[in-house]
């Protein structure tokens, strides 16, 4: 009958609240993150999905021949540079590889850096930096082919308002790099979000939601690749 003993505190691996002050449990605010992730992903794969119908539409635009009495197409092939882009296909895939490791280290992480503390247990080094670095660099290695791509199809005569094709890739290949360079701008603050236990619980949840959005980028890249080889 006596007064009840104050709740212990929980974890990374709980799903209570974090430090007891009132604030929501890792797992609460792990799926209220992944909640608005699913919600940004259905947002972007509604605009490329736009894109798309709007590019068979145009692709079957054309003109009727009176003459011949068949339909000509006014859609041009464009030279695209496929062997650069599918170089830039496996250095997205290792990116998202790269990160999904680094993923799966914050958590563990969080789990065993702040036992460090305790006198007598060897300090756990924090790998996951090292794997977020490498899918950083690996992600602006694929920032930079999309430039080589843009400049090799600009030199090959191809621009922006040249042809409806070559609208068409700017538009998918730069509109999805744009999304891209968001989340390596996310990396940045996860691979400096370094300190104490919340920092690193909040370096977890950061990884992990960054994670599952470079997958889907990387799926949506693949998805942008299908669309520009019917495009020709």
């Not at 799903?15 to 797992?27: I, K, M, Q």
């Not at 993150?33 to 692709?59: E, Q």
């Not at 680094?102 to 563990?108: D, E, L």
């Not at 042809?163 to 790099?177: I, R, S």
């Amino acid at each position: 009958g006596g007064p009840r003993p104050p709740r212990a505190s929980v974890g990374v691996g709980g799903a209570g609240r974090g430090d007891g002050d009132g604030l929501p449990g890792f797992h609460q605010r792990l799926q209220r993150y992944r909640l608005g992730l699913v919600l940004a992903a259905a947002s972007i794969a509604m605009l490329f999905l736009s894109f798309t119908t709007l590019f068979v539409a145009r692709r079957q635009a054309g003109k009727f021949d009176p003459t011949t009495g068949a339909f000509q197409s006014d859609w041009p092939a464009v030279p695209l540079p496929m062997e650069l882009l599918l170089i830039n296909t496996g250095v997205l895939i290792s990116s998202s590889l790269l990160l999904e490791t680094a993923r799966r280290a914050a958590r563990m992480e969080s789990i065993l850096i702040p036992m460090g503390q305790i006198p007598g247990i060897r300090p756990i080094p924090q790998r996951s930096q090292w794997w977020v670095s490498a899918a950083f660099v690996s992600g602006s290695g694929f920032l930079f082919g999309q430039y080589r791509a843009w400049r090799h199809l600009h030199l090959s005569g191809v621009s922006v308002a040249s042809t409806p094709a070559g609208t068409f890739f700017y538009l998918l290949t730069g509109v999805h790099a744009l999304h891209l360079a968001a989340g390596l701008v996310i990396l940045l603050y996860a691979t400096f979000a370094s300190g104490p236990r919340r920092s690193l619980e909040r370096r977890c949840i950061t990884l992990d939601v960054t994670a599952w959005y470079w997958h889907f980028m990387a799926v949506m890249w693949v998805y942008v690749l299908v669309v520009l080889t019917f495009m020709n």
